[in-house]
């Protein structure tokens, strides 16, 4: 199969955002916000802090419930779906503050992730059955798996609050993609890597758009952004005032007076 950028459908998007609207006590974070991403795409949503972006992500991934709108991911309306089934629909998310299990091992933390798509149930677990014996081996090595895929196979059983940051957000996207996600949704996951991790983290977000899941990022690091995706959507004030190529966000005049004439490049 092709999973090059020219082989996206934009005929029927894999996630679309239809007039969402949420308000905190009066003040509005979101107004009408919409937005489609198409199948095999890196789509980036930025904006100055307090633009609305995390209330977006959180009404998309569960977090939060939406005054208004729609929310659909493959034809599968989301926006009253609980976090647990929006993943079982194939939406996983990291987060702006990584949320690894401290004091379980990176293998474990990955496991974890993997136990969405498990069907052995409590009832298999107590009875440690040869289904259930042999469920849980696959998982392990699917595990593993995945783990060499981040560049983390000799860091397995190490605890993972003892990796580096920039490892430690490796391991929290492998637990996501344990999760078999058709959309992997980051929240900031250069946030605190040094120029060096950046660009392995570049390289390995490439790689897994490469095996055919759809990213949706949001990030504060420019360059990063400009670089890595195909798309970009602009919110300032809980608006979307732009959409397009990283070319055309870069030069859009709304754009560059939200950002207070910053460079975007």
Do not use: W
């Amino acid at each position: 199969m092709n999973n090059s950028v020219e082989s996206r459908d934009t005929s029927n998007p894999l996630l679309v955002v239809q007039e969402v609207n949420k308000s905190f006590g009066g003040l509005t974070a979101l107004s009408r916000v919409s937005l489609q991403i198409q199948s095999n795409e890196i789509f980036g949503l930025i904006g100055p802090n307090g633009a609305g972006k995390t209330t977006l992500f959180n009404i998309i991934t569960g977090l939060y419930s939406a005054d208004g709108g729609e929310v659909n991911l493959a034809g599968q309306a989301l926006l009253r779906c609980k976090p647990h089934v929006i993943v079982q629909h194939g939406l996983a998310r990291t987060f702006q503050n990584i949320r690894l299990f401290a004091n379980m091992t990176a293998l474990e933390n990955v496991m974890v992730g993997r136990h969405v798509r498990t069907h052995r149930g409590v009832v298999g677990a107590i009875m440690r059955n040869t289904s259930t014996r042999k469920e849980e081996s696959a998982i392990r090595a699917q595990a593993l798996q995945l783990l060499d895929e981040v560049d983390l196979a000799t860091a397995a059983e190490h605890l993972a609050k003892h990796l580096s940051y920039g490892d430690q957000r490796r391991l929290e996207i492998a637990r996501a993609l344990a999760t078999e996600p058709k959309l992997l949704a980051l929240d900031e996951p250069a946030a605190g890597m040094n120029p060096s991790e950046t660009l392995d983290l570049q390289q390995l977000l490439r790689k897994i758009r490469a095996s055919g899941i759809t990213i949706l990022l949001i990030e504060h690091d420019m360059r990063l952004v400009m670089q890595l995706c195909d798309r970009i959507a602009v919110l300032d004030y809980g608006k979307k005032i732009a959409e397009g190529s990283p070319a055309h966000v870069q030069q859009h005049p709304l754009v560059i007076e939200a950002y207070l004439g910053g460079n975007l490049a």
